[in-house]
């Protein structure tokens, strides 16, 4: 006794009147029928899986409407189908994926769980086409992914590197690069925690203003050693770097502030031996080298370097006259309330011109 | 940095969605998903397909170069792989013989490998090493350019169903028994085989495609053929060896086919079958054979005529029929033996489900014209008949339409449709 109706029941809970015919074209849907005998009324509808919604199983029946007809199926390949109806199929297929990502998702997912396997097909290779030839970044956008890798696990080579020892040079200084905005960031908030701290006393006040000024000699001299440097050994900037992240790491309070300057410093001179290094690295980069890191990825990273050694070329000249003055200035406001901010400021301004 | 963004929307869908994803990407892009994010770091190192072609590492105009990164990527991904790998397929023309090659088939063999396709460069042929005949669970194998000798204790791939040999140096023996021994073959292509006799022997069989230079091809035990494609070639050889036949190659061929759907016969195949075929009495109707298509048919030669309107005969159910006559301008100089048309009933019966002919490379010579005039008298139902002449001699066309012109039609609905540039 063949129903012209079936009753379908979605994870939602609401139940719904389907062509039989159509439904059918769903293999988990006919086997319910068929070896259960479910659907034939309100009271046993067929549940469906947890992962069709009620907009996408009007989805997927629109596919099984136009699918089940006779001639369009898949399955007949001796005699092929004639080329008319190929196109008509190949067109309707081609529409019928024209949605959003997440409804994309939604709907592979679903079409899975009902055994949908032509369905599943399509929409994967529509997901494939969206996935195709992007950045990962670009991807990640997408879909909502998390970026949560670590540098290394992500410079792993695991595509086709080549033992160049300038790719090396390339991957090591595009993880320092990391490392050093991580680095930027976590400091950023090293000093909105700092507003925190108001128990400091005048002693701390007095010493940092004595290592302040001997801090824009600090900055000249590390200016003067930019001069001095084309080259430095890997090893010794690595060692900067674990310096400046070990340092880092301590708790920020009062007795810290001290460190906060000497860390600026160190930053900074690795900043400027980083900046050298791009350099130095262009010098013997002929630009054609095949890395096998993604050249989007690459592109970005290559202008952020370039803006970064830019910014920093640029400020020096500049940034180190106001800090000179300003520096001055500020010892006369020294014991105001806000002796706080002033120091926030300065090291503020200090990284601002970074 | 970040962003407030919605949920994941695809990491978490089941394995066999992510493969069915990742498997719709070229290996570069399905590789690089890697760097995603944690969860899918290792997502495509479990696929099960792995297809390198020519676009899997990038362009350099220096074949070596190119060489040394598609192996160091392919060694490499096999590496990283997990689980099994049922589908492995090389088709990259940069890539060459190479001792790694080998390495690749052992570690495949020990992965149930199901699909293997290699189709390698030009160059030196690769050696098939030994340890492909130890994967049992092969399904389809399709070689390229390569060496292929199966030690003696083989017993054959019992899954196999697909076999595709293109340019493979391997004994004729060797050939033979293979196919024998692989009781669920269903489809079987030989491509570029020299001098060979071959005799088939698969009741599993239900497609074969077949080209080189055959100097014989028996079928011996196909009975489940459905779609036949053969092109002869012609050597020296095997012209004397036709000429010394004293087989009848129709039987030896078509005698054991009976469900056979769709015969093409191309470049010296209607010439095979037309040794020995006076000889025939054809007991064999072929119900189902619906498309019939014959190249380079020589219409000088009355027994090649012959062989089509035999097939024709024992065809009640021919829907579609091509044949593409040979550009040779015809040499003899006797007038055609027109009698032939008349002597004996050759078609008794109309051909009642003809719906489609399409004649090419038509000189406009008598027993073309012949040939098209009897089938139009016999075809009911016929709604397409397309000519298209091989001269582009306006004159010679001109006297080919009048005789179609004057040419009775059976059926009054048949469209003559003369192609010319």
Redesign the interface.
Known sequence: MMKPYIWLETSDGSIQQVEQEIAMYCPLICKEIIQKGMGSSKNCAICLPQRVSPATLSLILDYCRFHQVPGRSNKVLVPALPLSLMLERKSYDEKFVRMDTKRLCELTSAADSLQLKPLVDLTSRALARIIEGKSPEEIREIFHLPDDLTEEEKLEPLKNTTDDPRIRLLNRLYAKKRKELKERERLKSVEVEEEHIDKRSVDDLLSFINGNDEDPKGIKTSKNKKKNRRKKEQHQKNSCLKEASGVNKKEVNGQNIRHTNSEADIIAETSISHTEDVFAHKEFDDGDIDDGIDPALKEKIDREVEDFARRLNSDWPERMQELLSSGQERKTMLFSPNGNSFLRRNACMFFHCL | ??DV???????D??Q??IE???V???I??A???????????YKWALITQLVFDDKC??F?NDREVVEM?VV??IT?VLF?HQGPIHKFQITNSKLQSCPEIDQWILFLSRNDIKELVMELGEGEFFRIPSSLFNCRKLTRLELSRCELDPPHSFKGFVCLRSLNLHQVLISPDAVESLISRCPLLESLSLSYFDNLALTISAPNLKYLYLEGEFKDICLEDTPLL??ISIAMYMTDDIAEHFEQSSNCNFLKFLGGVPNL??LVGLIYFTKYLSIGIDSVHLPIMYHNL??IELYQVNFEDTKEIFVILRMITSSPNLKELQISGSSNIPVAVDAPDLDFWEKGCLLDSALNKLKTMKLSEMGGWPHEIEFIKYLLCRSPVLETLSIIPCVFDMENNLKMLIELVKCRRASSRAEVIFIHE
């Open positions: 940095m970040v963004m919605g949920p994941d929307l695809i990491s869908l089941p066999s969605i069915s994803i990742l719709q990407l070229p570069r892009d590789v690089r998903t890697s760097i995603l994010s944690s969860k899918w770091r590492v990038p350099s990164s160091k990527f490499r990283l459905v779609e759907e769709k619906e498309t």
